[in-house]
């Protein structure tokens, strides 16, 4: 049976409500002595009258229609939604974090000035950098401050003429917004028939407009660009600079370092690589660093040591300035920094090495019955097509996502990236087990054969939700945000 | 499906029709399938001058937001502004009610550069394999 929660403010009955406030002690006045009659309303506002009971049920229930990491599998290509564990939460908790007010003087947090000092250090040490900014707050906000630091590189030397950003065409959307955002003119490079830059066309792209390439690498193919080295090569040569989107470097920690392949610029993402949660229980958090030339342009403030005791340093003329304000997500550094002492140079080594046996280990199971359009070796993910379901039974992927719902699984990301027709992108993270990755398996398998026996199943579904397949043209179009009383 | 005779293609499937001395420009039947249900359109404004190849117009689909680049170069002379309302026109009749703008052709002899209706559809069936 179906069970649709009701709106709270179907649930509204008249006088009741979820609050005793004691007796006011001060003297009532009439609300129009005390406000302008324009700030007045003219009608009361249409707030829902319920109980505490019904309203903590209401809450709770539509909490438990949510899907996360913490009740399944979440299988969501591009996003490492890995398990963020439990003692990082607590870790953030302790008073000596939440009670900081970021006006204190720095005397009164030393231990936090600390902590981002050290932070910096590790992902220094990851990333293979000079220096790194906490500030950003998440990967697309990362994104632009190494653009930013790019473009005052290149005005700083006199070449503020170049304008071109070289994206591959299987690059994540941000890539293009924030090249634009930034001023820039995007220039879109092929990916080759391996699922890699395509040189040729690269050297296509190559002038003394060029102001630098953004890279994910692995790319959102799941696969390691070989190139790297030839690629960066031919950036630099033209006078351009590499920047890393740090989005699949749940893939390479502790095995290969950006700036160790030519990167100029780096962003990691706190909350996918790192352990920290995302989206609604974010926030995020997407730190940027940068090799030695490039220090001169990071954010201020940066967190510097003298020896006896941290400081804040603004004195960076040549900065792009500040990006956010504050220090950035400070309680989400704290997390990523626990996350990072929990599991050592080891045992962030061992993340990315399961990260990458569990995607091969169901690309391998997956391949027999789904279109795999690069067959090798994958990193951390790999992008199935459902185009054999589509051309053969008229299943499309969207039928197939939808049918995942149905066992308990997040769908992976679909239709993405755009260069592969009917994409599956999937990503099973190192937190999963075998017996859940063998789950997901033989979901899949069994949607592949429905997909052949009962085509319509598919195009229905899901079935075991508490709604069933949602118009989205009709969501999108014509969006149904407010509640209306009916007269 | 056949891709009617009278149009020129482009590799990133858009179409345009000459009319004497101007163009009529929009989506072919593969790119409005591939592109799935079409819930927003951004048009040119009327006077803007493109070059081939430039991007005029933006589609939005239940999957994915794709730019639509022009086939040849010219002055836009006139939008479809019904799609703004009714975007989903172009995957009705991606080759008839769905067109998007008509330019006035700075060079219509750069309409003999684009494939006929025989070689886009070899051109398609490449794509499928």
Known sequence: ???????????????????????????????????????????????????????????????????????????????????????????????????????MPEELVQGALKLLYDMERYLCEIGGLARVSMQPAAGAHGEATGLLIIRAYHQHRGQGHRKKIIIPDSAHGTNPASTTMCGYRTVEVKSDERGGVDLKDLERTLDDEVAGLMLTNPNTLGLFDENIHVISKMVHEAGGLLYYDGANANAVLGISRPADCGFDVVHFNLHKTFGTPHGGGGPGSGPVGVIEELVPYLPVPLVEYDGSRYYLNYDLPHSIGRMRSFYGNFNVVVKAYAYIRALGPEGLRRVSEDAVLNANYLMAKLKEYYWLPYDRICKHEFVLSGKRQKDRYGVRTMDIAKRLLDFGYHPPTVYFPLIVDEALMIEPTETESKETLDGFIDAMIQIAREAEEEPEKLHQAPHRTPVGRLDEVRASRFPNLRYRREE | MTYPRDLRYTKDHEWIKAEDSRGRIGL????????????????????????????????????????????????VVEVNEKLLDEPELINKDPHGEGWMIVIELSDPAELDQLMDAEAYEKHLEEQMQ
């Open chain 1, 1 to 103: 049976m179906k069970v649709v929660e009701p709106l709270i403010f179907e649930m509204s009955a008249p006088g009741r409500q979820a609050h005793s406030l004691p007796e006011c002690d001060v003297p009532a006045r009439p609300l129009d002595e005390l406000l302008p009659a324009g700030m007045l309303r003219e009608s009361p506002a249409n707030l829902p009258e319920v109980s505490e009971v019904d309203l903590v049920r209401h809450f709770t229930r539509l909490s438990q229609l949510n899907h996360g990491v913490d009740t399944g599998f979440y299988p969501l290509g591009s996003c490492t939604m890995k398990y963020n564990p439990k003692v990082n939460e607590w870790v953030a908790r302790l008073e000596g974090f939440v009670d900081l007010h970021p006006y």
């Open chain 2, 28 to 75: 072919t039947n593969y790119a409005q399938d591939q592109l799935g249900d079409i819930v927003f359109v951004e048009l040119p404004e009327v006077g803007r001058e493109l070059e081939r190849g430039e991007v005029f117009g933006v589609v939005e689909s239940v999957k994915a937001v794709s730019d639509c680049y022009s086939p040849a170069s010219g002055k």
